[in-house]
């Protein structure tokens, strides 16, 4: 029996998300092979163990951690897939599932995630990176140096429709699609209420496709599948409480965009030095099938209708098997 730590819930806006994901993973996981120790964190940074449907609060967190053979972080966002957890991990050897330190801290920013997808050649959307300060906001130009905020400058370089987004969120969350100059600079007053730093995207007109990455050093890729939103984008709303928004699997896409897709994506999971899991994220633009990387995802919504176990499932590889390698990854991070 390997003794697995289920660690879900977490400080973060997708802490419900969390709590989805890891019903579906503990409910799937076999029971003959995994002795389950389940672990909720809150909102306010407190753990619980939980037994049955019983929450105890706990306070000496690594020691009831060190008593496992393994952990699997089942948490999105702040506090669970930017690394923080991971070095806590680190620091006390215990083993995890999924991407280390620096894969989890660069895939949750998405201005650092741009900055290694561009030294890795990967293609993706014009961005001016905003940053706002104790009573404006500033541009950070690419040598990292500051400049006076002037939306005509934004408006020169980025083509509307754009999407304002904090640089570090998740599930959507403060993310807006502007189209003219005032709703740009409320999108970045939004933003800045979970992040100082801020992003505005030039907006692609085509796809939204998603490809999952399973592995360590010899990491593969699924198939790619396809998000149909019921919104103008694939909002917070749209992920989670809109059940017209759609996924297809495969992508309505050629054989030859499938593949370069799918290479795309272990390139920039290997560009971030990923470990285990992550879903990346594209644009194919309308007209021209221009492929656009959006983003890394280390920890992906992982219920059992999520884009990442089916992308696999599709593939031939079940929701339980999937477990069973993640956890394995995880062991043995050389295989
Ligand atoms: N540059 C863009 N062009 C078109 N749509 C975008 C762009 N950036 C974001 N979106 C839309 O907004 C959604 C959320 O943005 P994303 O960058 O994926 O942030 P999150 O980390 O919150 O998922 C995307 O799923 C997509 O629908
Ligand atoms: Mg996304």
Redesign the pocket.
């Known amino acids: 029996m390997i003794k697995l730590g289920i660690i879900y819930g977490g400080i973060s806006t997708e802490n419900e998300v969390s709590q989805m994901s890891a019903k579906s993973v503990i409910d799937n996981l076999d029971k003959e092979k995994y002795e389950i120790h389940k672990f909720y964190i809150d909102k306010d940074a407190k753990w619980y163990r939980v037994e049955e449907d019983k929450k105890e609060e706990i306070h000496k967190i690594i020691e009831e951690l060190k008593k496992l053979d393994i952990v699997f972080p089942v948490l999105h966002g702040k506090g669970g897939e930017d690394g923080t957890i991971q070095g806590m991990f680190e620091m006390f050897n215990i083993p995890y599932v999924g991407c280390g330190v620096l894969a989890s801290s660069v895939g949750m920013d998405?201005v650092y995630t741009k900055v290694i997808f561009e030294k890795a050649g990967l293609n993706q959307?014009p961005y001016v990176y905003v940053k706002a300060e104790e009573s404006n906001f500033v541009i950070i130009n690419e040598k990292f140096e500051k400049e006076e905020i002037d939306l005509n400058k934004i408006e020169s370089k980025l083509k509307y429709?754009m999407?304002v987004?904090p640089s570090n969120?998740?599930?959507?969350?403060g993310?807006t699609?502007v189209t003219n100059k005032e709703e740009l600079k409320n999108a970045i007053q939004k933003a800045a209420k979970y992040d100082d730093k801020i992003l505005v995207?030039?907006?692609?007109?085509g796809k939204?496709v998603e490809c999952a990455v399973l592995g360590n050093e010899n990491a593969v890729a699924s198939t790619v599948g396809e998000?149909q939103?019921a919104e103008s984008?694939?909002?917070y709303d749209a992920k989670y409480n809109m059940p017209e928004s759609r996924t297809v699997i495969p992508a309505s896409l050629s054989e030859e965009i499938i593949e370069e897709i799918r290479k795309l994506a272990v390139k920039a999971f290997k560009s971030i030095d990923g470990k285990g899991l992550s879903r990346v994220?594209f644009?194919v633009e309308e007209g021209t099938n221009k492929i656009?990387i959006?983003?890394i995802?280390t920890m992906p919504g992982f219920t059992k209708i999520s884009m990442y176990p089916k992308l696999f499932e599709a593939v031939g590889i079940s929701y339980a098997e999937l477990l069973d390698r993640l956890i394995q990854y995880g062991i043995n991070k050389e295989a």
């Open positions: 998405k959307t429709p999407f987004k969120s998740g599930s959507s969350v993310v699609r995207e030039q907006g692609i007109i939204e998000i939103a984008f694939y909002s994220d644009f656009y959006n983003e995802n």
